[in-house]
């Protein structure tokens, strides 16, 4: 039962352009979401997350989109690096009335930046 | 400096074996986790630990055993080690638990490189 989904696995965009990964989740106690940036052989790297107050969270390059409603997020890099190739988790997390959570991870979307 | 470390890299080791895995945190973190990436990618979560206490512990097997001699550290314990253990497994740790019950206050996970396990 994926909770997250990310239904691309791979996402491939022109150098400069936008880069929009998306993200769904079926879980409706979730109050949290994370992207996560991993590189071959390394751990995930924090990117930005957005709590579900918010529907935008801007950071530099990168925002994060959030649809309570429709229980989807995005995450939109640009303009789009070669830097950025990248696979992109979306992870989500749930308050769960005290004590430490652990994230629901998606199964990662492959973006590749093309020169 | 390397913030949340994790100890081999690579694991190889044969069926039926005993093995461990060290994860070290110099964040000053109060929580620390492991995660498993299975064969199909998705990352899950196996353990959670704050202030030496266990939090979570998801569907994981007993052969599957944290410890935490102190607020830096959680090692992995792995005991009969079977085929279907071979994956990468992610250290993790996270400066709180989300324990105010304000939306929005879970904090952020910082992860180690992992260890890629494989069990022959």
């Known amino acids: 039962d994926q909770q997250v989904k990310q239904n691309s696995p791979s996402l491939s965009v022109q150098e400069g352009r936008i880069s929009i990964l998306n993200c769904d989740y079926t879980?409706?106690?979730?109050?949290?979401f994370l992207w996560y940036k991993k590189y071959p052989a390394e751990g995930p790297t924090f990117l930005i997350s957005?709590?579900?107050?918010?529907d935008k969270n801007e950071d530099g390059r990168f925002t994060v989109f959030l649809n309570k409603s429709a229980k989807h997020l995005s995450l939109h890099i640009v303009p789009s690096q070669p830097g950025d190739s990248a696979v992109y988790f979306c992870a989500a997390t749930a308050y769960s009335g005290g004590g430490a959570d652990g994230l629901t991870f998606g199964k990662g979307t492959h973006l590749i930046i093309q020169p | 400096d390397t913030a949340v470390s994790q100890t081999p890299k690579y694991l190889v080791t044969q069926m039926g074996n005993d093995k461990s895995i060290k994860c070290e945190q110099n964040l000053g973190h109060d929580t620390m986790y492991w995660y498993k990436q299975d064969s199909k990618k998705f990352l899950k979560i196996m353990f959670s630990?704050?202030?030496?206490?266990?939090?979570i512990n998801e569907t994981v097997p007993n052969r599957f055993s944290p410890k935490s001699p102190d607020k830096a550290h959680l090692n992995l314990h792995i005991n009969s080690l079977e085929l279907g253990d071979s994956a990468v497994y992610f250290c993790?740790?996270?400066?709180?638990?989300?324990?105010?019950?304000?939306?929005?206050?879970?904090?952020?996970?910082?992860f180690g490189p992992g260890t890629r396990l494989t069990v022959l």
């Open positions: 957005i709590s579900s107050i918010k």
């Open positions: 879980n409706s106690m979730f109050d949290y």
């Open positions: 993790a740790s996270s400066p709180e638990s989300s324990s105010t019950g304000t939306s929005g206050s879970t904090d952020t996970q910082y």
């Open positions: 630990y704050n202030n030496k206490e266990l939090i």
